[in-house]
């Protein structure tokens, strides 16, 4: 078990990518702490049967959130190896919200949170031996624009800045920190794509070598791989789990 007794804390873990990561985690014999702004859910339970799991309600979104998960997940596994900045929302302007108001949200909750969270989990574990780090969830949208997503992809290049200035920072106390860069990954946040519209699987595998949009666990062992002593000399990187969609000059006809 490559991750045996690390001590993980994951924002935004219930659904998706997040809890795909938080059971790979538990499997490789992580103590983990999940997370949402909503009471647990009976999945985490679920996942309780199968490690040293725990869940801590706190809103990401919010000035103190940050602060208070870092502190919960430190108290109920006695200390934090790794910081996983996953909580993450897509919401563009329009007739619902302002496109200031989306602005806003997308960036407290995609930006502010991790930075925030890495500054306290930092302050929190102390100087340590390579053997810590921070684990940011980007996406291809870190490096390629998508049309009408102007807040979203601007927070997820901030994403991407954050783990390599991190990076540069945090070296002196001895903790590593990475990025993964999700492609087109069916999860409740993106499924509306697939119920609104029958043939998204067809027309945005077009965009793929690999011939299809991704799931959850595709950005589970990545996710180890960073958090495992294996990364042990990796800091400051960007890993995009996108099937080859950031390789291809174009769509395929």
Known sequence: MRLKNQRIVISGSTTGIGFAMAHRFVMEGARVVCNSHLPEPANIGELRQLGDVHYVQADQSTDDGPAALIDRAYDLLGGLDHFVSNVGIFVEGGDSISHAEAFDLTYRINVRS???GSHHFRRRIGKRDWD???????????LLASPGHTAYDGSKGAVLMHARSFAVDFAKYGIRVNAIGPGQTRTPLTESDWVNNPRFEEEWSRHIPMERSGIPSDCAGPAVFFLSSDACYVTGQILYVDGGNTAAQIARF
Not at 133 to 141: H, R, T
């Open 114 to 116: 991790g930075f925030l």
């Open 132 to 142: 810590a780090s921070i684990l940011f969830i980007g996406s291809v949208n870190s």
